[in-house]
């Protein structure tokens, strides 16, 4: 499994859309999962100023996340892989 980034432009979005645009990610990431296809999502960052938003997935390839994100019907400019530099606790 890899780490993939996908990155959101959100103009006008609330935070309760927010939140619900997050758990939306969450849920269908968990049913892919439950369905063959692993997908977890990791977090989220949002930068308000800019209406952006960097949403982390662990998964096999991009294209699970892909498809992970169009059927939770979340907007996405692109999907990359990244390295999650978050240190261990």
Do not use: H
């Amino acid at each position: 499994m890899a780490v993939y980034m996908v990155e959101r432009n959100l103009a006008g979005i609330t935070m309760p859309q927010l939140a619900g645009a997050q758990q939306a990610a969450i849920s269908t990431a968990r049913r892919f999962t439950a369905d063959g296809t692993p997908v977890r999502y990791i977090r989220s960052t949002f930068v308000p100023g800019e209406a952006r938003c960097m949403c982390l997935f662990d998964a096999g390839s991009a294209d699970d996340v892909k498809k992970v994100n169009e059927a939770a019907e979340l907007p996405f400019v692109r999907i990359v892989e990244a390295l999650d530099l978050t240190p261990a606790s």
